[in-house]
């Protein structure tokens, strides 16, 4: 069974996109193993930081996760024509040292993409047609995984 882990771009509780991450999971063929983590609680990036204590615990133990799956998937709203920055801040901790990149990385599947407005309250997914999209999406990415 192939593992991937998803990992949402926004630290809202009540985001789009974690929930996206969520259904995605849930619509996942069953040889696809998603586990969510988190970017909360990883600090902003500081070299200092990082030549005096080292990496931080929540991106080491994110590293490691990161490393250890046959796929990553990323769920992340756009903001100014790019990634928010607290995905970003947590992938650049992901690169470092600069000697774990192809460890961490490597030849791994990536998938990225973001949310619409088609959640109700509770943040269920409710649009059928985008439900059958993304169940496409996750059997694809599954596939691009198991090559």
């Known amino acids: 069974m192939a593992k991937i882990i998803?990992?949402?771009?926004?630290?809202?509780?009540g985001?789009?996109?974690?929930a996206l991450l969520r259904a995605a999971a849930?619509?996942?063929?069953?040889?696809?193993?998603?586990?969510?983590?988190s970017i909360a609680g990883i600090p902003l990036y500081d070299a200092d930081l990082e030549s005096e204590k080292g990496l931080p615990e929540t991106v080491t133990?994110?590293?490691?996760?990161?490393?250890?799956?046959?796929?990553f998937l990323i769920v992340?709203?756009?903001?100014?024509?790019?990634?928010?920055?607290?995905?970003?801040?947590?992938?650049?901790?992901?690169?470092?040292?600069a000697k774990d990149i192809s460890r961490v990385f490597g030849d791994k599947p990536v998938g990225l993409f973001g949310a619409a407005?088609?959640?109700?309250?509770?943040g269920v997914l409710v649009d059928e047609k985008i439900k059958k999209l993304l169940t496409e999406l996750m059997v694809g990415f599954s596939a691009f995984v198991d090559e």
């Open 6 to 13: 998803g990992l949402a771009g926004s630290l809202r509780s």
């Open 15 to 18: 985001s789009f996109n974690s």
């Open 26 to 37: 849930e619509v996942a063929p069953k040889s696809l193993e998603v586990q969510i983590a």
């Open 61 to 71: 133990a994110l590293k490691e996760l990161v490393a250890a799956a046959d796929g």
């Open 76 to 97: 992340t709203p756009e903001y100014n024509s790019s990634m928010p920055g607290v995905l970003k801040n947590a992938i650049d901790w992901l690169s470092r040292p």
């Open 117 to 122: 407005q088609v959640f109700d309250a509770q």
